[in-house]
């Protein structure tokens, strides 16, 4: 590999140099105690990593990984210093502990909105301190239990010092990879989408309650598996193990060390297991400049240590990779076996006292444009929310392919062939505009498996990718692929959006007012290549304010007015009814 390939085949590099420093650290530059240090870091690592599963990747702030940690210490002690087991029984259980508790309060706690969220993993949390307090005979209660013993496997013991601490390391080398495996590329990007974009991620047929589900009973095992090596590091097992600073400390070092990046937990446990040490001196004023140490890690690196460390890098690398050539998509455009794409009938939407869908019957050809016109606040947007699953009828049924979608999650909605763009453009705001395509490429052709929690193998994000360019480029996107998509103007986010959408190779296309913020030349685009996804069976239904730009496409156009529908027919004839007129377009032409 020549210098630059080296230069360029991060984050291998950074990552090999870390481990030889810390090596060469633990194996010559630390003492017994600093070992102890070392290794302690090393199980905390171990428990970020679980908890930037759900905190980080999905963004819900669960309170029960100090739990998890504890229930794994617990596990652990019980099963070595009562019954003496081997690690190879003990260390398997202690992940299975807390997973299985995890597994009982997952199902009801991760439909619950954020904070309620927080507090059902608290619960958990007290919870499983008060069982700790009271089960005495199996606990040892407040005492807690002395006596774990050294890590043994058959004949083999784990001798304190550097042998537990390399074995400690190993055991983060190997969570890290698996770690890494289960969140890069297109399930990365799922779940950045899920927590950033949640109703773009339902666009896209992803499942978050699916997700988090998986990222809970993750963060159980990964919690689990470092109190049980702390358990073996320590010694004893007291309910110290299970309070609630444990938790407090794995939120600050993910906090600090980075949300989302292996390496941030990494990071984030080495410093804020090492900051007591360094700042010992300090006597009384201790906590004082460790407090202020953390919060000037936060303002210095408000999305942690591991991204400003990988935005360092970056700048160093000479050049960035090619991107994959733009490859035409292998599948064929889908199409309903059924003559209505898409099929509303006498669905209705209120909400409180204004009807904003009133009845509407209204069905959506395979490989037809109907356009939907109305003044504002006609009803389009909800009429779009009702079928596309992002809202559920009052009233009325809504069928995808001739099959009943009343009432299922937009997810499920989308999964059946329907895609849609949203009135105010939503984004992945932090992906370049290739990649929001791309996640739309990855995910047509199994969303489940983004947010499964396996590993998946290489090469799928490059095709994705490949996909994408074309599909960008089609779209008009090509100059601006590779920006981040809060730096697109309107018009450009606009042609992301209808991009992603067609890319999933839909039923049905839905479009809300795609034309908003494009030039006169961009609408002409967007008109031939949605006129060329029609032809290949493709039905579209788009609502914009632009007349003509919408009767110059469309096969039939359907007016709303407060709710109801009040015209239906060819542009021609919807052009000059009395009611359209009265009703939207006035004098217009
Ligand atoms: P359009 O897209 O045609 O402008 P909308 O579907 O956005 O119309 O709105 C239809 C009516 O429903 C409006 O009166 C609007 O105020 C009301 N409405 C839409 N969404 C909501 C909501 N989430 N809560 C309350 N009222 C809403
Ligand atoms: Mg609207």
Not at 195 to 217: I, M, Q, S, T, V
Not at 371 to 376: D, P, S
Not at 413 to 425: D, E, K, L, S
Not at 500 to 525: F, H, I, M, Q
Request: hydrophobic share 50%.
């Amino acid at each position: 590999m020549t210098a630059r390939g080296i230069l360029d085949a991060p984050p291998a590099l950074p990552l090999l140099l870390g481990a030889v420093a810390l090596g060469a650290y633990a194996a010559f530059g630390a003492d017994e105690y600093a070992l102890r240090v070392l290794s302690t870091a090393g199980t905390f690592a171990l428990l970020v990593m679980g908890y930037q599963f759900v905190f980080g990747h999905l963004g819900a702030l669960s309170l029960a990984q100090g739990a998890f940690f504890g229930l794994g210490a617990y596990a652990t002690a019980i099963l070595s210093s009562r019954y003496g087991l081997d690690f190879s029984v003990s260390f398997p259980v202690s992940i299975a502990v807390p997973v299985i508790a995890a597994a009982i309060v997952a199902a009801p706690v991760l439909r619950l909105e954020t904070h309620y969220f927080a507090l059902a993993t608290l619960v958990l949390a007290q919870g499983a301190l008060v069982a700790v307090l009271n089960w005495e005979t199996l606990t040892g209660g407040a005492n807690g239990l002395p006596g774990v013993g050294a890590v043994r496997i058959g004949d083999l013991a784990v001798a304190r010092g550097l042998p537990m601490a390399a074995f400690v390391w190993c055991a983060v080398g190997l969570g890290a990879l698996l770690a890494w495996r289960l969140v890069h590329g297109a399930s990365g990007m799922a779940f950045a989408c899920l927590r950033d974009r949640p109703l773009a991620a339902a666009a896209l047929g992803l499942d978050g309650a699916h997700a988090r589900h998986g990222a809970f009973l993750m963060s159980a095992a990964y919690g689990g598996a470092a109190g049980a090596l702390h358990a073996h590091l320590s010694g004893v097992v007291s309910p110290e193990s299970i309070e609630f600073p444990v938790m407090v400390s794995c939120l600050t070092m993910a906090v600090i060390g980075g949300r989302a990046r292996v390496a941030g937990a990494i990071i984030g446990a080495l410093l804020l297991a090492h900051l007591p040490e360094w700042f010992r001196g300090f006597e009384r004023t201790y906590l004082i400049a460790y407090g202020a140490a953390a919060l000037a890690a936060v303002i210095l690196a408000p999305a942690g240590l591991a991204e400003l460390f990988e935005r360092a890098w970056d700048r160093l690398r000479t050049h960035h990779p090619a991107l994959p050539t733009p490859s035409r998509p292998a599948t064929a455009p889908r199409r309903a076996a059924t003559s209505a794409a898409l099929a509303l009938d006498k669905a209705s939407k209120r909400f409180g006292g204004v009807v904003a869908v009133d009845g509407v019957t209204l069905d959506l050809k395979a490989g037809e444009i109907l356009a939907l016109i109305g003044a504002n606040g006609s009803g389009k947007s909800t009429l779009i929310n009702l079928a596309t699953g992002f809202a559920a009828p009052d009233g009325g049924r809504i069928a995808v392919d001739g099959e009943d979608v009343t009432g299922d999650p937009a997810h499920a909605v989308a999964r059946r062939g329907v895609a849609r763009t949203f009135q105010a453009t939503d984004l992945v705001e932090d992906s370049s505009a290739l990649d929001n395509v791309a996640l739309a490429c990855a995910a047509r052709v199994g969303p489940e498996r983004l947010t499964n929690w396996r590993p998946h193998g290489r090469g799928g994000m490059a095709a994705a990718r490949a996909e994408a360019r074309w599909w960008l480029a089609r779209f008009g996107g090509a100059q601006t692929e590779g920006q981040k998509a809060r730096e697109l103007p309107a018009g450009a986010r606009r042609l992301v959006e209808c991009a992603r959408a067609a890319a999933r190779n839909p039923l049905a296309l839905v479009l809300d007012e795609p034309g908003a913020g494009l030039s006169a030349a961009e609408k002409t685009a967007l008109a031939e290549r949605l006129r060329e996804l029609a032809r290949d069976g493709t039905g579209i239904l788009i609502a914009d304010h632009d007349t003509e730009f919408l009767f110059a496409i469309a096969d039939r156009v359907a007016c709303l007015d407060r709710g109801r529908l009040v015209a239906l027919g060819s542009p021609q004839d919807v052009r000059t009814d009395p009611a359209v007129i009265a009703a939207y377009l006035g004098n217009a032409p």
